[in-house]
T-cell receptor, first 114, second 111 residues
Framework: EAQVTQNPRYLITVTGKKLTVTCSQN?????MSWYRQDPGLGLRQIYY???????DKGDVPEGYKVSRKEKRNFPLILESPSPNQTSLYFC?????????????FGSGTQLSVL | EDQVTQSPEALRLQEGESSSLNCSYT??????LFWYRQDPGKGPEFLFT???AGEEKEKERLKATLTKKESFLHITAPKPEDSATYLC????????????FGTGTRLKVLA
């Protein structure tokens, strides 16, 4: 089954403790992206990747890191999480980084930073 | 600044009561407008892409239309299983292949 898989689904951590949220897609997609979803603010892009080893900042990249060493994986790293990073996170992918390609989303990771 | 605004924020309908959701946008050149459906605890799921003014697409009880300033998602004779949050997104012609999302409309259809 074609899908985007995120782990974990739920994560509670404390301020400053490094964490990684994994994202993997099995559709051989070139484009991958991370979003955060907050009430009243909608989905905001954190980082995106056009292909392996090519990443760039989205609208809200502060406090986050990403890497794209393999085509299928695009982990999101929080080196020193803070409470304002408490949010619902989604990984998404599309076939190519081209115009009008629909996004496939993972099921989300609910992160709470205490 | 590129912007997407959805209205209403929330909508309650009786089963069979048709209505429309609105997505107004301001972008410097539109590459495409997307509608997604999001169920609680899940990621958004693609519904439609519209490319140019005047275009319409249909899927079961849903019909999406596009003008130069806005898009409508018409829901005809909705059923309780249509209850979800509906998200609108645009891809702007300027800059990178960025998607700008609206905050969504929470639809509840009562039996």
């Amino acid at each position: 089954e074609a899908q985007v898989t995120q782990n974990p689904r739920y994560l509670i951590t404390v301020t400053g403790k490094k964490l990684t949220v994994t994202c993997s897609q099995n559709m051989n997609h070139e484009y991958m992206s991370w979003y955060r979803q907050d009430p009243g603010l909608g989905l905001r892009q954190i980082y995106y990747s056009m292909n392996v080893e090519v990443t760039d900042k989205g609208d809200v990249p502060e406090g986050y890191k990403v890497s794209r060493k393999e085509k299928r994986n695009f982990p999101l790293i929080l080196e020193s999480p803070s409470p304002n990073q408490t949010s619902l996170y989604f990984c998404a992918s599309s076939r190519t980084p081209a115009t009008n390609e629909k996004l496939f989303f993972g099921s989300g990771t609910q992160l709470s930073v205490l | 600044e590129d912007q997407v605004t959805q209205s209403p924020e929330a909508l309650r309908l009786q089963e069979g009561e048709s209505s429309s959701l609105n997505c107004s946008y301001t972008v410097s050149g539109l590459r495409g407008l997307f509608w997604y459906r999001q169920d609680p605890g899940k990621g958004p799921e693609f519904l439609f892409t519209l490319y140019s003014a005047g275009e319409e697409k249909e899927k079961e009880r849903l019909k999406a239309t596009l003008t130069k300033k806005e898009s409508f998602l018409h829901i005809t004779a909705p059923k309780p299983e249509d209850s979800a949050t509906y998200l609108c997104a645009v891809q702007a012609a300027s800059g990178t292949y960025k998607y700008i999302f609206g905050t969504g409309t929470r639809l509840k259809v009562l039996a």
